[in-house]
């Protein structure tokens, strides 16, 4: 992705919309300056078809808030959390599609709070509309939630021999679209990012394992059914 990152962002600091190229750091500039000159509320609406770059421009609005909002603190803590939430949702949220390597399977309202001196002081995100029929199959070449692909690559074998994770292929949950990797996307590299965020997020070691058993026993509940079809009872 060309034309993003710290020093694209200086360029849009405090300039007006009309002064400069297009870009979704002048929104985001706009928004926060109306922000502390009007002292009112601000929203930006993403929309578009699935591919259009939603997720990647609410990103950039974050990375954006985050660079020019002030540091420090608690203040760098409640920034970690609002950035890590990202892989965190994807993560659990998102998935392969023909259209999108990464299309966001949910909608997402997502809430940061500024305290008077216009420094993040927290945050609310809400999602809706999660599509759960993902998790029982998906399309030929599409894949279920990445969450389940990172799982199976990056658990620990303890975990993996505990649990009963073996390939994606084993599990007919995961087995029925015949697509089991995503081009340019190592998931047992953000399986480690996963398990980063979840930290961050303040998500302690006893509820990750939870939430660990929890995805295994999905899994497992698919070879449930397929041993229940193949008894022909
Ligand atoms: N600003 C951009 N510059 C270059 N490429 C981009 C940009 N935004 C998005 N893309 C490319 O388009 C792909 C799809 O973007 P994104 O996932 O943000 O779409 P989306 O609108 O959120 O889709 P969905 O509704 O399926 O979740 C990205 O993986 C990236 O390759």
């Known amino acids: 992705m060309a034309d993003v990152g710290p020093a694209v962002i200086k360029k849009y600091l405090g300039r007006q ?22 002292n009112y509320s601000q929203c930006v609406i993403i929309s578009g078809e699935s591919g259009a770059g939603k997720t990647e421009a609410s990103k950039l609005i974050m990375n954006h808030i985050a660079q020019c909002s002030g540091n420090g603190g608690e203040v760098d803590q409640v920034k970690n959390v609002i950035l890590q939430s990202n892989p965190l949702l994807e993560s659990f949220g998102n998935a392969k599609t023909l259209r999108n390597n990464n299309s966001s399977r949910f909608g997402k ?44 690559k990056g ?11 073996y390939e994606p292929e084993n599990f007919l949950y995961l087995a029925r679209s015949n697509c089991y990797t995503v081009d340019g996307m190592d998931d047992k590299k953000e399986y480690a990012d996963v398990l980063k965020a979840m930290s961050v997020m303040g998500i302690d070691a006893d509820t990750q394992q939870a939430i660990t058993r929890l995805l295994a026993a999905i899994l497992h509940t698919g070879e449930l059914a397929l041993w229940w079809w193949g008894t022909g009872r």
Do not use: C, W
Request: overall charge negative; charged content about 30%; aromatic content about 12%.
């Open 109 to 152: 309202y997502m809430e940061i709070n500024f305290d008077r001196s216009g420094r993040p002081s927290g945050g609310l995100i809400t999602n809706f509309l999660l599509e759960k029929s993902r998790v029982v199959g998906q399309l030929e070449g599409e894949r279920s939630f990445h969450i389940f692909y990172q799982l199976l």
């Open 17 to 38: 919309k009309h002064d400069v190229q297009p870009h979704v750091y002048a929104v985001a500039d706009e928004m926060y300056r109306k922000l502390m000159e009007d």
């Open 155 to 165: 658990a620990t074998a303890e975990e993996k021999d505990y649990y009963g994770l």
